[in-house]
């Protein structure tokens, strides 16, 4: 499975962007998959931002982005969104989308340690 993020690049504070996951592979689909967005800034560890659920679409996320962020999905184009307003920031680092095989409970869907695959990252960057 490969995983490909884009969507990133440089914003004021205030301003909006939508990071995109497709994913790839024979026989591949993200239909049986929970997935999920994590970011890295500088000098910090990887956090949780937000994630779905495979069959039931259920989503969870982070309070940092809470209210700002929403993550979706789209089984028939095995692709996962990240829409992202209300930017600050603090919001500044390295998004990487990752999956996990099966049906995962929400405490795995948190844990970026659980993931299976990941995309390669893409570079947000929000002046202020």
């Known amino acids: 499975v490969q995983l490909q993020a884009s969507g990133g690049g440089l914003v004021q504070a205030g301003g909006s962007l939508r990071l995109s996951c497709v994913a790839s592979?024979?026989?591949?689909?993200?239909?049986?998959?929970?997935m999920g967005w994590f970011r890295q800034a500088p000098g910090k560890e990887r956090e949780f931002v937000a994630a779905?659920?495979?069959?039931?679409?259920?989503?969870y996320y982070a309070n940092s982005v809470k209210g700002r962020f929403t993550i979706s999905r789209d089984n028939a184009k095995n692709t996962l969104y990240l829409q992202m307003n209300s930017l600050n920031p603090e919001d500044t680092a390295v998004y990487y989308c990752?999956?996990?095989?099966?049906?995962?409970?929400?405490?795995?869907?948190?844990?970026?340690?659980?993931?299976?695959?990941w995309g390669q990252g893409t570079q947000v960057t929000v002046s202020s």
């Open positions: 592979g024979r026989t591949l689909s993200i239909y049986n998959m929970g």
């Open positions: 990752g999956a996990i095989r099966g049906h995962p409970i929400t405490s795995t869907l948190k844990n970026d340690g659980l993931y299976e695959f």
């Open positions: 779905i659920k495979s069959t039931s679409s259920s989503t």
